[in-house]
């Protein structure tokens, strides 16, 4: 038997995978990463603008707040200078103070002297010297401790005394001595009373300091240590007392006097009204002991300043805000130096924070004045500006509340790309993935072709080329006897048989594969369609060494069907028992009805299949045996045409199978009217 020489079909399955994979990498992976990279540079991009226009409009809050800030200290800079400093200084310290224009201040006369906050200087001889009688009663008081003696000695002196100054302090001496020995009611007396006189309004002590207003406050004392508060004397004096402290148009209380005597009320008085200087009054004692007055200069010379750290703060370069030595106290020297304006470091950033407040119109932000120093480390600020001509050594921070807005706008704009380029990989993929079905199936059209053709060149030369063969051998007259030609005529009406199935098949596998098979349904008689494909076959099986045995069962029901399609499927099994069978062949076809069912099975006990076969004979072209030279022929359709109207008929196949031993395949139809 002559073979035509072709690559076996369904060889190189799977092959033609790789160039499709490697299309679908390469149509989802570069656009995809493409994709990416736009998006990340996108998104970098989206980030960078949007904090550059929010840092543009933090910006230009902040140089509002700037300029607010400029504009504050402008004023309150000539408002300083404007201050007529030749008047009573107490007074301009008091009103200065008093309007809040700063928290404290020491006023200089033009000589650099300083005159407020200052002690009275008192002239050593303005002061009588101490009399017999005053050592005498001074030893009475506290050597002998006998001070009711010493009241009396003090009356004297007091009664006797020429010299106002004297007077006072011995009637002062003698209402302390009366407290001593528990006649408070008359020290009250003297100390609200005779020495609230005028005359004595001006007393002072040989160090400079005014009697009367101790001896008011002692007799206040002396009214709370005795519970005495609604002594008719208790208010009027208070209010003496308070009204002597405040008044700062009266030159003659020396500073630190007033201080005292300040801090002193407030602690005997609980419930005294808060005396407004006071703190003026300590900030401004505090920085003079720590910034001592350099030597006075004639009026004519230019004021020196005195303070090293104030150089620098002259006219030339314009006032500003410096340290001074003492720890959070701002210094602003007013031209000519006739003026030192204190600021506290948390009431020039409260100033700056109200200011921005009111200019700074963006959420979650917050401004503050930070000197240069103290900028926080741990919270970087956002932005930073410098704070004016005023205040060199701060700046004005801006920082971000809660969560950064920047990240936070840039987040929703980020999200939509993000999205956007998610939706675009999805396209990208999905396109992909149809192209990739679509060149697949292409190509298996192809091949299909290709094995196609291999087969149908192959498979009809075999049978045309023995036929041929015997034909001629019967022209040429070379037999022997007549038996001999109608042995020669049986194999040529064979090998008929067989190029006719293999002709059907090709046309049935045409027709199912363009979707054209058609079925005509009818009603059928199992035993005379199982016939019938018996009756087809039967002149193969009577050969020797082959038996065909057919099993009926009786109570077989009717089915719809198609039946040469039926008669094809028992026929294409029928076929293969006989083709994969090899001496001594026995086939069974049984016919039976089982679950609403009727099922078909040949079995036989051929060459049989190996687990791994069973699972692919149904597909189009498969062969065990894909060599060239395999003996049964044939060209992978069969089982597939099979599985096609088997399935049609909305039926079932499978396949049991041993090698070696024999396989038997059964159709199950279901019994009744045929929906497909
Ligand atoms: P073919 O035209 O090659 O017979 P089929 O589709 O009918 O094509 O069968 C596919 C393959 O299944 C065959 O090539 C054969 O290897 C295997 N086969 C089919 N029937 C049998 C059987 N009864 N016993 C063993 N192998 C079989």
Same mark, same amino acid.
């Given at each position: 038997?002559?073979?035509?020489?072709?690559?076996?079909?369904?060889?190189?399955?799977?092959?033609?995978?790789?160039?499709?994979?490697?299309?679908?990498?390469?149509?989802?992976?570069?656009?995809?990463?493409?994709?990416?990279?736009?998006?990340?540079?996108?998104?970098?991009? =989206?980030?960078?603008?949007?904090?550059?226009?929010?840092?543009?409009?933090?910006?230009?809050?902040?140089?509002?707040?700037?300029?607010?800030?400029?504009?504050?200290?402008?004023?309150?800079?000539?408002?300083?200078?404007?201050?007529?400093?030749?008047?009573?200084?107490? =007074?301009?310290?008091?009103?200065?103070?008093?309007?809040?224009?700063?928290?404290?201040?020491?006023?200089?006369?033009?000589?650099?002297?300083?005159?407020?906050?200052?002690?009275?200087?008192?002239?050593?001889?303005?002061?009588?010297?101490?009399?017999?009688?005053?050592?005498?009663?001074?030893?009475?008081?506290?050597?002998?401790?006998?001070?009711?003696?010493?009241?009396?000695?003090?009356?004297?002196?007091?009664?006797?005394?020429?010299?106002?100054?004297?007077?006072?302090?011995?009637?002062?001496?003698?209402?302390?001595?009366?407290?001593?020995?528990?006649?408070?009611?008359?020290?009250?007396?003297?100390?609200?009373?005779?020495?609230?006189?005028?005359?004595?309004?001006?007393? *002072?002590?040989?160090?400079?300091?005014?009697?009367?207003?101790?001896?008011?406050?002692?007799?206040?004392?002396?009214?709370?240590?005795?519970?005495?508060?609604?002594?008719?004397?208790?208010?009027?004096?208070?209010?003496?007392?308070?009204?002597?402290?405040?008044?700062?148009?009266?030159?003659?209380?020396?500073?630190?006097?007033?201080?005292?005597?300040?801090?002193?009320?407030?602690?005997?008085?609980?419930?005294?009204?808060?005396?407004?200087?006071?703190?003026?009054?300590?900030?401004?004692?505090?920085?003079?002991? @720590?910034?001592?007055?350099?030597?006075?200069?004639?009026?004519?010379?230019?004021?020196?300043?005195?303070?090293?750290?104030?150089?620098?703060?002259?006219?030339?370069?314009?006032?500003?805000?410096?340290?001074?030595?003492?720890?959070?106290?701002?210094?602003?020297? @007013?031209?000519?130096?006739?003026?030192?304006?204190?600021?506290?470091?948390?009431?020039?950033?409260?100033?700056?924070?109200?200011?921005?407040?009111?200019?700074?119109?963006?959420?979650?932000?917050?401004?503050?004045?930070?000197? *240069?120093?103290?900028?926080?480390?741990?919270?970087?600020?956002?932005?930073?500006? @410098?704070?004016?001509?005023?205040?060199?050594?701060?700046?004005?921070?801006?920082?971000?509340?809660?969560?950064?807005?920047?990240?936070?706008?840039?987040?929703?704009?980020?999200?939509?790309?993000?999205?956007?380029?998610?939706?675009?990989?999805?396209?990208?993929?999905?396109?992909?993935?149809?192209?990739?079905?679509?060149?697949?199936?292409?190509?298996?059209?192809?091949?299909?072709?290709?094995?196609?053709?291999?087969?149908?060149?192959?498979?009809?030369?075999?049978?045309?080329? @023995?036929?041929?063969?015997?034909?001629?051998?019967?022209?040429?007259?070379?037999?022997?006897?007549?038996?001999?030609?109608?042995?020669?005529?049986?194999?040529?009406?064979?090998? !008929?048989?067989?190029?006719?199935?293999?002709?059907? !098949?090709?046309?049935?596998?045409?027709?199912?594969?363009?979707?054209?098979?058609?079925?005509?349904?009818?009603?059928?008689?199992?035993?005379?369609?199982?016939?019938?494909?018996? =009756?087809?076959?039967?002149?193969?099986?009577?050969?020797?060494?082959?038996?065909?045995?057919? =099993?009926?069962?009786?109570?077989?029901?009717?089915?719809?069907?198609?039946?040469?399609?039926?008669?094809?499927?028992?026929? !294409?099994?029928?076929? !293969?028992?006989?083709?994969?069978?090899?001496?001594?062949?026995?086939?069974?076809?049984?016919?039976?009805?089982?679950?609403?069912?009727?099922?078909?099975?040949?079995?036989?006990?051929?060459?049989?299949?190996?687990?791994?076969?069973?699972?692919?004979?149904?597909?189009?072209?498969?062969?065990?045996?894909?060599?060239?030279?395999?003996?049964?022929?044939?060209?992978?359709?069969?089982?597939?045409?099979?599985?096609?109207?088997?399935?049609?008929?909305?039926?079932?196949?499978?396949?049991?199978?041993?090698?070696?031993?024999?396989?038997?395949?059964?159709?199950?139809?279901?019994?009744?009217?045929?929906?497909?």
């Amino acid at each position: 038997m002559v073979r035509a020489k072709y690559r076996g079909p369904g060889a190189g399955h799977g092959q033609g995978a790789w160039p499709v994979l490697l299309l679908l990498l390469v149509a989802v992976v570069v656009p995809t990463a493409c994709v990416l990279w736009f998006m990340t540079e996108a998104m970098r991009n =989206e980030r960078l603008a949007i904090r550059q226009k929010l840092t543009e409009a933090y910006r230009g809050q902040l140089l509002a707040v700037q300029s607010q800030l400029q504009t504050h200290w402008e004023d309150r800079a000539a408002a300083l200078a404007g201050v007529d400093l030749d008047a009573g200084a107490g =007074e301009a310290f008091a009103d200065l103070v008093g309007e809040g224009l700063c928290d404290s201040v020491i006023i200089y006369d033009r000589s650099g002297r300083v005159r407020y906050p200052v002690d009275v200087q008192t002239e050593p001889d303005g002061q009588a010297p101490e009399t017999a009688e005053w050592i005498h009663a001074r030893r009475l008081e506290y050597e002998e401790n006998d001070a009711g003696a010493a009241a009396a000695s003090y009356a004297t002196i007091a009664e006797q005394a020429a010299d106002v100054n004297l007077a006072a302090r011995a009637l002062q001496a003698r209402a302390r001595c009366l407290g001593k020995t528990g006649r408070t009611g008359a020290a009250i007396d003297i100390l609200a009373r005779t020495l609230a006189d005028d005359k004595y309004r001006n007393a *002072r002590t040989p160090d400079g300091h005014l009697i009367a207003p101790g001896a008011q406050l002692y007799a206040i004392r002396l009214m709370h240590v005795t519970g005495d508060v609604e002594h008719p004397d208790y208010h009027s004096t208070l209010a003496s007392l308070v009204q002597r402290l405040t008044g700062y148009e009266d030159p003659t209380l020396p500073s630190s006097q007033r201080r005292f005597l300040m801090h002193q009320v407030q602690t005997v008085v609980p419930d005294c009204p808060p005396l407004p200087t006071l703190v003026a009054e300590d900030l401004a004692a505090d920085y003079l002991e @720590s910034h001592p007055p350099g030597p006075a200069v004639p009026d004519s010379s230019p004021p020196l300043p005195a303070d090293p750290l104030l150089a620098g703060t002259t006219d030339k370069e314009g006032p500003c805000l410096r340290p001074s030595r003492l720890p959070s106290v701002w210094q602003l020297v @007013s031209p000519g130096r006739r003026l030192v304006a204190l600021f506290t470091q948390d009431r020039i950033a409260a100033e700056a924070q109200s200011l921005a407040q009111t200019h700074v119109s963006l959420a979650d932000v917050s401004v503050k004045l930070v000197p *240069r120093t103290a900028r926080a480390r741990r919270r970087p600020p956002l932005i930073v500006v @410098s704070a004016g001509e005023y205040l060199l050594d701060w700046e004005l921070a801006l920082y971000v509340e809660g969560a950064d807005p920047l990240s936070e706008a840039a987040d929703k704009r980020i999200v939509i790309h993000l999205w956007t380029g998610i939706l675009v990989i999805v396209v990208i993929t999905a396109l992909a993935l149809l192209v990739a079905r679509y060149v697949s199936r292409q190509m298996k059209l192809t091949r299909l072709k290709n094995d196609l053709i291999a087969t149908v060149s192959h498979e009809l030369k075999t049978p045309l080329a @023995s036929m041929r063969a015997l034909v001629d051998t019967l022209i040429e007259g070379r037999y022997r006897d007549r038996h001999q030609v109608d042995d020669y005529l049986q194999l040529i009406a064979r090998e !008929n048989t067989r190029l006719s199935r293999l002709i059907d !098949n090709f046309l049935t596998f045409s027709r199912m594969e363009r979707n054209k098979r058609t079925f005509e349904f009818a009603d059928l008689r199992v035993e005379e369609t199982v016939n019938a494909a018996v =009756e087809a076959v039967r002149e193969r099986f009577t050969s020797a060494g082959c038996r065909l045995d057919v =099993e009926l069962s009786d109570d077989l029901p009717a089915i719809t069907g198609d039946r040469d399609a039926l008669i094809t499927v028992i026929l !294409n099994l029928l076929d !293969n028992a006989h083709k994969y069978s090899e001496d001594d062949r026995h086939v069974i076809l049984r016919a039976y009805a089982a679950d609403a069912h009727v099922c078909l099975e040949v079995e036989d006990n051929g060459i049989g299949l190996s687990r791994r076969a069973t699972k692919r004979i149904f597909d189009r072209f498969y062969q065990v045996d894909q060599s060239l030279s395999r003996p049964a022929g044939g060209c992978g359709l069969g089982l597939s045409i099979v599985r096609f109207i088997v399935q049609a008929h909305g039926g079932t196949i499978s396949v049991t199978s041993q090698p070696g031993k024999g396989s038997t395949f059964t159709v199950r139809l279901p019994v009744g009217p045929n929906d497909e």
